[in-house]
């Protein structure tokens, strides 16, 4: 329906999706965010999309912008403006629009040949940089900026805001500001001059649904959390998607950490493997310091081994799994959530874990924070799993809440709590909670120390192979796990009125969903209510969801069905029945009409 | 190194610090009867009581194998973490990094660290993070019953009559390679010299990197075996005598220009090599490196101080790290406030 009111082809405002098909290492990344940043300032809700190749340059890449007035923000899958700037892929890229959508191209590509059904904009973007300037690799960066001053002219984007988000963009450098002003002028320029700007539908009016927003990007946002987590060692390996959170930390650590004396009060350091990235946390988690990791499904494999032993001798970390396409190198540059069964059961043996399930940067903030007194509290490496598309695109958000509770630093005792206890027992369930207490190396009292080992222990942590000690600590680990759950961040559950199904997701998958609720209820009628997951271990609402209703789809960005297995363990046998599956594994990450038309189809289905 | 000078009133029989012997000991060891580890442990338990280490502050760390089961045998009033295969250095530097008042003494073997510890062992080198490294080295996996490890010498003999057809990792010249700066052989039999040496390390910033010759009496202790206490005995050649004093001694000067080589270590101590007749200068990273490949060609065993250089900075100053450790550091002190935050937010509107 939305699609037939797009081919009538009046105007329609702050609602399409621009498509910039370039290839890597062109330098285009800076003119999107200008272009996106503009949008923005006029207050119209917008989302940027890379999708880039795992590559340094050459390579096709396309960035997409999506504004919509209703505040959507999950991909689309349709794209009203194209603007091509890659030769290699240009052909292709023209013919997937649909009818009467927009092209700017460059005119050597002479992309009006293949279609009569599309607006066409040539613009001459290598003449008109060279009379910019006569250096050749900036001209080829100028090229960008002057296509973001055609768009901005065809869509009626405010030039007051972009050249305010150009200088944004290009902060302290007077000459690249200057140099792209002039870029983005000429491109302004060219296209009032040579273009009929009714022929474009879209249109940018300024609204005031942005006003007091942020736009950042997943990792950028878990940093944030970290550093007012109070993180003081963080060891980490490079590997897309996740590099981008340790460099952020890095950055804002500098920034914000540093004594009165210049020094810091943390240390960073980039490991030569993710073995060790992750035994530097757990060694440091160990000595009492609030360590992390982040890393991807590769860096996640190799952990593996290290993982257990946190489980099992009990060791605060956080690790941030920052996931990709698998399996094996996959597709290094795409998103999926196929890691959940990875991490929930990291490493061999009985071992589970608590995973948090950030769906938006806001959370990235929030669980990024949490994640460290959950494993101070818990005694165990705590996994935050987020994914590329959240990561490493740029999100809009309201600004993050200052946190102002005390840290939760767990069961540590002192040497003062030493004295009147006279002793401890490392792995003892005192408190019936299946936590025990710990000592710091450091802690100067004759009862502190004890011998941490990934070995068979007993409750004074000494070795044994006993079979009743074993079992006695890996009942205590489980009672461990279910006190957990109450701790959790809980899910998010809406009901709607008369809604006989529900949907399940998390994470990214989040944004597809709300949308496709609203389509779901304008387009079909149809009231479905969402129970969005925010951590494992599930919370005890999981079942109460299956008893009150019909079916639930549990939709998620992997082949498998990872997070439908999980679910199918927690629930009693006469409810597994309702599960209902959907699936998006592409890489491209998941949008609403995809979720919507699957939905559809399955509910043909059923028989009630 | 943190330790305080204490006046030399101490009680008998108790060191520097007040503490006896006994407060550095550990478990009963449950190797096997007349194991070179056990000696080492002794001899670790003998060199930190009579620097006065206080045993609060040190950290036990170790991988898996015979050689990493030895922490639980000494210092028991320790913390102490055994951890995966091969991985203790990446626990150490997490370990320092947390807290780098800890005196942190890894223990490892020849498998431990030559084979699948490798790219661990040559990091933590590379970072220079402070600790004292110990290898065990008795060039076979005595766990899981007498495969040769990569520091088997070629040609050395398994006590099932195979013969060694890949060359030994010689992880002294290589860790001389990698930048550590206080590299020394030993041999477990050897008491005097592991102690002088282990209360040098204790003085060094950075890491010191033992490499032990310690004897597997049950699978590499047999003829042909160019690790058993025997061919140790037989082929030991000392590069000099050590000794040592302590920062909390007066020096006595009372040799002759030349016989000896004195090194001041970090912690003000001292340690004088008495020269035996070649003139081996363990400052010198050529030197060391020379003699060590001409050792091996020799099939010679040659122990002591092999190189040394105090004037190299550990990985935590590189670190630019407050003098505090991180790890206990309160929460005002590592949360930024709520108008950094407010900053931060501004910045991304």
């Known amino acids: ?367 990024g924070y949490e994640a460290f007194d959950l494993a101070e509290r818990f005694q165990t490496p705590i996994f935050v799993m987020s994914d590329l598309d959240l990561g490493m695109n740029n999100w809009m958000s309201d600004p993050f809440k200052y946190p102002t509770k005390k840290f939760d630093r767990g069961k540590v005792l002192s040497v003062e709590d030493l004295k009147k206890l006279g002793s401890f027992q490392r792995y003892a369930d005192v408190d019936g909670d299946g936590i025990p207490y710990r000592t710091l190396p450091g802690t100067n009292h004759p009862a502190a120390s004890y011998f941490t080992r990934g070995s068979g222990h007993n409750e004074k942590a000494v070795y044994s192979e006993r079979p009743d000690d074993y079992k006695h600590n890996m009942d205590r680990l489980n009672r461990k796990y279910d006190t957990a759950r109450q701790y959790m961040p809980q899910p998010e559950i809406a009901h709607a009125d008369g809604a006989k199904i529900a949907f399940l997701a998390f994470g990214t998958t989040h944004w597809a969903i709300i949308e496709s609720l609203d389509q779901l209820n304008r387009e079909y009628k149809l009231p479905v209510s969402y129970y969005r997951l925010r951590a494992l271990p599930f919370t005890k609402d999981l079942v109460e969801l299956f008893r009150r209703y019909d079916r639930v789809y549990v939709v998620e960005q992997n082949r498998d069905g990872q997070m439908e297995a999980l679910v199918k363990l927690e629930l009693p046998a006469e409810l597994v029945g309702k599960i209902r599956s959907i699936r998006h594994y592409s890489g491209i990450p998941i949008d609403a009409r995809f979720v919507t038309d699957e939905l559809v189809a399955a509910e043909k289905g059923e028989k009630n | 190194m943190s330790t305080t000078m204490q006046p030399p009133s101490a009680p008998k029989n108790t060191n520097r610090l007040g503490y006896s012997m006994a407060d550095y000991k550990g478990a009963d060891s449950t190797l096997c009867a007349g194991c070179g580890h056990d000696a080492i442990t002794s001899q670790i338990i003998k060199a930190f009581y009579e620097y006065g280490v206080e045993p609060h502050l040190v950290a036990k760390l170790s991988g898996i194998g015979c050689s990493s089961k030895t922490p639980a045998y000494f210092l028991s009033r320790s913390h102490g973490f055994n951890g995966v295969h091969g991985r203790m250095p990446s626990i150490a530097t997490g370990v320092m990094l947390a807290n780098r008042k800890l005196v942190s003494i890894g223990v490892s073997g020849d498998g431990d660290t030559a084979s699948i510890g490798m790219g661990q062992f040559i990091h933590l080198l590379r970072r220079n993070v402070p600790m004292i490294y110990i290898i065990e080295n008795n060039g076979v996996y005595g766990l899981t019953k007498g495969q040769f490890s990569a520091t088997a010498d070629y040609g050395s003999k398994a006590k099932s009559g195979t013969l060694n057809e890949l060359p030994a990792i010689d992880v002294c010249a290589m860790a001389i390679e990698l930048g550590c700066n206080f590299v020394c052989r030993s041999f477990a039999g050897d008491p005097k010299q592991m102690v002088a040496l282990l209360k040098a390390a204790l003085g060094h910033q950075g890491t010191s990197m033992f490499d032990v010759i310690s004897p597997c009496v049950t699978f590499n202790n047999h003829e042909g075996s160019t690790k058993s206490y025997k061919y140790a005995k037989d082929h030991e050649e000392m590069l000099h005598e050590i000794s040592y004093v302590p920062f909390f001694e007066q020096i006595n000067v009372d040799y002759k220009e030349g016989e000896t080589t004195d090194v001041q270590l970090h912690d003000g101590s001292h340690i004088r090599l008495r020269k035996a007749d070649k003139g081996y200068d363990p400052t010198s990273k050529a030197d060391a490196l020379d003699t060590l490949r001409k050792c091996q060609e020799s099939n010679e065993f040659l122990t002591g101080l092999i190189y040394i250089n105090e004037q190299k900075p550990d990985f935590l100053s590189l670190l630019n790290m407050m003098d505090a450790p991180l790890a206990t550091l309160p929460q005002e002190t590592v949360q930024p406030s709520a108008d950094d935050l407010k900053e931060i937010m501004a910045e991304l509107m």
């Open chain 1, 1 to 367: 329906m939305e699609e037939d009111q797009r081919a009538r082809g009046g105007p329609i405002i702050n609602d399409f999706s621009i498509q910039v098909a370039t290839v890597n290492g062109s330098g285009s990344q800076s003119s999107n965010t200008v272009l996106m940043r503009s949008i923005f300032q006029m207050g119209i809700p917008v989302s940027g999309k890379n999708l880039f190749p795992s590559n340094i340059a050459g390579l096709p890449t396309w960035f997409t912008i999506r504004a919509n007035k209703d505040g959507w923000i999950a991909r689309r899958k349709e794209i009203d403006f194209l603007v091509a700037m890659n030769p290699e892929t240009a052909r292709e890229d023209v013919m997937n629009l649909d009818p009467n959508r927009v092209v700017v191209y460059e005119e050597t590509l002479k992309l009006n040949q293949y279609r009569k059904d599309l607006a066409f904009f040539p613009v001459p973007f290598a003449k008109l940089s060279t009379e910019i300037t006569p250096d050749s690799r900036l001209r080829k960066l100028l090229a960008n900026m002057i296509y973001v001053g055609v768009v901005g002219h065809l869509l009626e984007i405010d030039p007051a805001e972009m050249e305010q988000a150009l200088t944004k963009q290009f902060k302290g450098k007077a000459k690249a500001v200057a140099l792209n002003k002039t870029a983005l002028e000429v491109g302004r320029k060219y296209a009032k001059e040579n273009f009929d700007k009714s022929l474009v539908p879209y249109r940018c009016e300024r609204m005031n649904a942005t006003k007091g927003k942020i736009i950042i990007d997943g990792n950028s946002a878990a940093a944030l959390g970290c550093m007012f987590a109070g993180v003081t060692v963080a060891t980490w390996y490079p590997i897309t998607p996740s590099s981008s959170l340790c460099e952020a930390l890095g950055d804002y650590m500098k920034d914000y950490r540093m004594d009165e004396n210049g020094k810091s009060t943390f240390a960073i350091v980039q490991a030569e493997d993710e073995l060790a990235a992750v035994g530097m946390a757990l060694g440091a988690g160990w000595a009492g310091a609030r360590s992390m990791t982040s890393t991807a499904g590769p860096g996640i494999s190799l952990m593996q081994e290290f993982v257990g032993l946190g489980y099992y001798a009990e060791i605060p970390t956080v690790i941030f799994d920052i996931t990709r396409v698998g399996p094996s190198t996959g597709l290094p540059t795409r998103t999926q959530q196929s890691d959940i069964l990875s991490l929930v059961y990291c490493s061999h043996g009985d071992t589970k874990h608590i995973v948090l399930l950030p769906a938006s940067v806001g959370e990235c903030f929030d669980m």
